[in-house]
């Protein structure tokens, strides 16, 4: 079940969104939600390549794009909320460098008092004893609040994402619930965090599942994308501040 949450709870969450503009067939007259993301250095989020593809399809230029930090509400303004921080969009990186990724590199700093890095899951993170899962997005049909729905981690082999098997992140119910039907359009991309008190990013949400029941749901598993992640941090400087766990 979806629950409103404060962004203190996520401070490394970031929605994505696209600034109004009558140059997309009028679309977006307004500042629309595109997907969510995950600030994971100073200057860069990662976000499901299900968002670039979206962003792609409606020929969204990465300069029409905006993350916002700090906030409770996709929609919020700088009048609405004290910790909120805009963030212009620099560039948009995926195929050749990370395939089932996308990195979203910002011109304004995203770190500050309040808002963090999220620490990533590498390759030798010990999966196995992750059992309880933490979702957040702002995809909400019915509020544009920062929402959390908790999720249980399943036998990878239960889901299949794209015959990549070794990416996938097999999440079902959480106990006392029947189907997973929470994972709306504006939530892919978001973090998929374990439950313990330090949050280590472990996954990346991917699969829509709003109107109809599922098990369970796959998702990205960010552990074994790391060797792709460090290579591609060596050609992008700032990116080094990555930090695996």
């Given amino acids: 079940m979806r629950k409103d949450v404060s962004f203190k709870s996520f401070p490394f969450i970031a929605p994505v969104l696209v600034k109004p503009s009558d140059r997309h067939n009028r679309l977006f007259p307004e500042e629309s939600l595109v997907c969510s993301s995950t600030i ?3 200057y860069w989020a990662l976000s499901s390549r299900q968002c670039y593809d979206d962003i792609t399809r409606f020929e969204i230029a990465a300069t029409d794009l905006l993350l916002k930090s700090g906030t409770n509400h996709w929609n919020a303004t700088k009048q609405t909320e004290l ?4 963030h212009d969009v620099e560039s948009l990186y995926t195929e050749h460098y990370v395939g089932v990724l996308m990195l979203i590199k910002v011109v304004q700093s995203f770190i500050r008092e309040g808002i963090i890095q999220a620490p990533i899951a590498g390759k030798s993170y010990n999966y196995n004893l992750v059992t309880n899962l933490e979702l957040a997005g702002y995809g909400s049909l019915i ?34 619930q029947n189907l997973i039907r929470h994972v709306c359009r504006g939530d892919i991309g978001g973090p998929i ?4 008190r330090e949050k280590v990013l472990v996954g990346v949400l991917d699969q829509e599942a709003c109107f109809f029941g599922l098990r369970c749901v796959e998702h990205i598993k960010i552990g074994p994308l790391e060797t792709t992640l460090r290579e591609f941090s060596k050609m992008v400087e ?3 501040g990555m930090r695996f766990v």
């Avoid at 249980?152 to 992140?169: A, N, P, Q, V």
């Avoid at 965090?193 to 313990?196: H, I, K, T």
């Fill in 143 to 176: 509020s544009t609040h920062l929402q959390y729905f908790p999720g249980t981690r399943l036998r990878e082999g239960r889901c299949k994402f794209r015959s990549l098997d070794e990416y996938t992140l097999c999440v079902g119910p959480a106990k006392h």
């Fill in 40 to 42: 994971i250095t100073n």
């Fill in 83 to 86: 910790n909120l921080k805009l």
């Fill in 238 to 240: 700032n990116m080094t």
């Fill in 193 to 196: 965090v374990n439950s313990a």
